[in-house]
């Protein structure tokens, strides 16, 4: 791992470890506020999944696990509706776990059942 990369991982390290204690106060998403804005990844992922014509995006949550934090993105797929399925991201942006579908394990159940819930950070039904 580079110095920089250390540095920034004891620092999100700190920061997952000092906010989002109290329900009441605003918890950084990956080491930034208003992460839909400044994340330009995950905007662009939202705007994504939200215009493909197979899937309807539901909801963006932030979970942490261990000590960092996870997004679950989680859609409907068009014309199966008791087939909910998503894929946990990394703050890096690159795809950590794909939940549901044909697998022999779904990661996602695993990975989420052990996680701490701590936010909602887009909704389909606010947006």
């Known amino acids: 791992m580079k110095p920089g990369a250390q540095i920034l991982t004891l620092f999100l390290f700190f920061l997952v470890l000092t906010c989002c204690k109290n329900k009441n106060e605003a918890c950084p998403v990956c080491g930034v506020d208003d992460p839909i804005e400044n994340l330009p990844w995950l905007n662009s992922t939202i705007m994504l999944y939200t215009a493909a014509d197979f899937q309807s995006l539901k909801r963006v949550d ?11 993105f989680s859609w409907q797929l068009k014309g199966i509706e008791d087939a909910p399925t998503g894929a946990v991201y990394g703050c890096d942006g690159e795809i950590k776990y794909s939940c549901g579908g044909n697998q022999l394990f779904d990661s996602c159940s695993y990975i989420i059942g052990r996680s701490k819930y701590i936010r909602n950070i887009w909704d389909r039904k606010n947006n």
């Open 62 to 72: 932030l979970y942490e696990f261990n000590t960092e934090q996870l997004l679950l």
